[in-house]
Structure formats: structure tokens, C-alpha cells
């Protein structure tokens, strides 16, 4: 089963607006990555988040990092149409190749 | 180069079939990895390699796949006896450490399979 799991699996919204999406692993980490891939395309770094950071930020997002609860969320505020792409959460828990979740696809509307 | 290079980027293969995807990660990237997609899921983890260690095949489904890949540079993916469930986008990413230090990777375009 997959170590990360993203929450919701499709979100919709309006420009301006901010987007939230979740991930869940299941076992320790050393840090966690958000990536992003637009259709048809191959995954581009966003974040990397370690065990020991609870939030850092980026421009327009923020991610945050919950150990005891083993999970993290990616926020992007003020959303713009050319944010629209699928978002993975990616785990290294130092002992394997990055894990990734099932992502998830955001629609950005103009 | 100065990104992750994938050929081919399409390829449509008969049932039976071998393929060969390539992928020349980033210079003195010392890990690489081969993930495959199938349409509209997740990243499924195939193949590892991290320096001169021995490869982590854990995530190969059977053996009809194997990869190689030469010193710190160009891997090779073969697929052979190509099943319809092989369709999919294999994707390659390289990254500058393995295992704890592997911080962010670098993926290809990747190599979209079509089995007929």
C-alpha cells in the first residue's frame, strides 16, 4: 500500500481562492516532499519539509508537518489558473527510494 | 545536459514484444530511480540505484522487467515479453544523494507505453 496518501483526490476552485490538500503516511520519516506535475509532464519539486520542521513556506505556499500525527498539508494561497496540475506528497524514510502518494488533482477556475 | 533526459517519449509496442526506455540522469547525480504511472494514478516505485551498491529491484513487478544502469550514469529499463498491463508512463528521476541524504529529485518527461 502506498506510504503517502493525499486528501481530497480532486479539488475545485475559483482564482483567488486557496487550496488545501492533506497527506497521510504510516511510518517514520526523515522529511517529507510535495511535487507537482502538469498534465502529461514529469514531477516537479515544490517543498521539502524535514521531521524536525513543523511549517515552512515558499511564495504563496505553506506546508506543515504533523509527526505525531503523521501528516502534512500543502496550502497554496491566492490561487491562479496556472496552478491547475496533480499534487504528490512524496515520503524518504532514508531506508528506500521516495514513496509516493496518489495525488491530488487540483482545477483551478478562471 | 541539464536535466533528466528520457528516450523515447512514446512508444506503441506489440503484445510480445521487448522494449528498451532510456534514461541520462543529471551529471553527477549518484541516485536513480525508475517510477512507472499508469493513466491518472499515483507514482509506483520500480528500481533504485544509488552508486556502485547494489541495485533496491523490490519495486519490479516480475520478471520480464530489469534495469542497468552503467557507473553514475545512463539506465536502461527493459520490459520484455510486453504485456497490456505494462501501458503506462515510465517516469525517471536522479538526485544528487541516496537513502537519508536524497533530498529533492529530478524527474525526465518520461517514456509513455502503449502495448496493442
Known amino acids: 500500500s502506498q506510504q503517502g496518501e493525499e486528501d481530497p483526490q480532486a479539488l475545485s476552485i475559483q482564482e483567488g481562492e486557496n487550496a488545501t490538500m492533506n497527506c497521510s503516511y504510516k511510518?517514520?520519516?526523515?522529511?517529507l516532499q510535495w511535487y507537482r506535475q502538469n498534465s502529461g509532464r514529469g514531477l516537479v519539486h515544490l517543498i521539502l519539509?524535514?521531521?524536525?520542521?513543523r511549517e515552512k513556506h515558499s511564495g504563496r505556499l505553506r506546508v506543515t508537518l504533523d509527526t505525531s500525527k503523521k501528516s502534512s498539508s500543502l496550502l497554496i494561497t491566492a490561487s491562479r489558473a496556472a496552478d491547475t496540475a496533480s499534487y504528490f506528497c512524496?515520503?524518504?524514510?532514508?531506508?528506500?527510494?521516495?514513496?509516493f502518494g496518489s495525488g491530488t488533482r487540483l482545477q483551478v477556475q478562471p | 545536459g541539464a536535466g533528466v533526459s528520457q528516450s523515447p517519449s512514446n512508444k506503441v509496442t506489440e503484445k510480445g514484444k521487448d522494449v528498451e526506455l532510456r534514461c541520462d540522469p543529471i551529471?553527477?547525480?549518484?541516485?536513480l530511480y525508475w517510477y512507472r504511472q499508469r493513466l491518472g494514478q499515483g507514482l509506483e516505485f520500480l528500481i533504485y540505484?544509488?552508486?556502485?551498491?547494489?541495485?533496491?529491484k523490490s519495486g519490479l513487478p516480475s520478471d520480464r522487467f530489469s534495469a542497468e544502469r552503467t557507473g553514475e550514469s545512463v539506465s536502461t529499463l527493459t520490459i520484455q515479453r510486453t504485456q497490456q498491463e505494462d501501458s503506462a508512463v515510465y517516469l525517471c528521476?536522479?538526485?544528487?544523494?541516496?537513502?537519508?541524504?536524497?533530498?529533492?529529485?529530478?524527474f525526465g518527461e518520461g517514456s509513455r507505453l502503449t502495448v496493442l
Open positions: 528521476a536522479s538526485s544528487l544523494g541516496g537513502g537519508s541524504r536524497a533530498g529533492e529529485l529530478f
Open positions: 511510518t517514520s520519516i526523515n522529511n
Open positions: 519539509i524535514r521531521s524536525n520542521e
Open positions: 512524496a515520503t524518504d524514510t532514508g531506508r528506500r527510494a521516495l514513496t
Open positions: 551529471s553527477g547525480h549518484t541516485a
Open positions: 540505484f544509488q552508486g556502485n551498491s547494489a541495485p533496491d
